[in-house]
């Protein structure tokens, strides 16, 4: 079966320093992955997605990237965090192009102070 | 533009009542829908979706929903409520042919013993 990791769970980071969230997708092969952004009391913001290897499309522009190295690997970045990066942070990946469904990893809490 | 509306930001029921979550949606074209659940600090977890055809889906955890096309709406129920069932609902509607995904702002549902 397929599980997807994030890591860290939680992260308090200050202002103006990098980040580097991780995802790993485990029990599939090419993977689509996305990167989305929830801020409290509002929906998910998709940031980020990517069909393959170093293929990556933005959604909407702001501090951060996306990076992926590897298959069932995706990285978003940021060279300095603005406090309204704050928020928590979903990957997800999905199989099929056609018939699509998003499968939700844990999620990573960011707090910059 | 296309949207996915909840109309219901907070919702509080008693354990054993009935259950019903609202969903609408507005696109060109019938999108695929889903309904996904998110327990405080967690990721989001699938509980039904709708491509095509009987327009009654059943899902996961005694929930279902659905399809109303002349009413634009994929609304969530269930017959009896249980403590646990106290999360954050999210609904979302994607189409053939695009990665993106659009989500509603979410219902916070009680539970009340």
């Known amino acids: 079966s397929q599980t997807i990791h994030q890591w860290p769970a939680t992260l308090v980071q200050p202002v103006g320093s990098p980040l580097s969230l991780e995802c790993t997708v485990e029990?599939?092969?090419?993977?689509?992955l996305y990167w989305y952004r929830q801020a409290a009391g509002r929906g998910l913001q998709l940031l980020f997605y990517s069909v393959g290897i170093g293929q990556i499309s933005s959604e909407v522009p702001q501090n951060l990237s996306a990076s992926r190295p590897q298959d069932r690997q995706f990285i978003l970045s940021s060279k300095k965090l603005l406090l309204s990066d704050s928020g928590f942070y979903l990957c997800?990946?999905?199989?099929?192009?056609?018939?699509?469904?998003?499968?939700f990893g844990p999620g990573t809490r960011l707090l910059v102070l | 533009a296309q949207s996915v509306t909840q109309p219901d930001i907070h919702i509080t029921v008693s354990e054993g009542a009935s259950l019903e979550l609202r969903c609408n949606y507005s696109?060109?074209?019938?999108?695929?829908l889903f309904w996904y659940v998110q327990s405080p600090g967690q990721g989001l977890q699938l509980l039904l979706k709708?491509?095509?055809?009987?327009?009654l889906v059943q899902g996961i955890k005694g929930f279902e929903a659905e399809f109303k096309r002349s009413q634009s709406s994929f609304n969530l129920r269930k017959p009896s409520v249980h403590w646990s069932d106290a999360a954050e609902y999210f609904c979302?509607?994607?189409?053939?042919?695009?990665?993106?995904?659009?989500f509603g702002t979410g219902t916070r549902l009680k539970v009340l013993a």
């Open positions: 979302a509607a994607g189409t053939s042919g695009t990665y993106k995904y659009i």
């Open positions: 997800a990946w999905s199989v099929e192009f056609s018939k699509e469904t998003q499968y």
């Open positions: 709708y491509f095509s055809g009987d327009t």
């Open positions: 696109y060109g074209a019938t999108p695929y």
């Open positions: 029990g599939t092969s090419n993977p689509n």
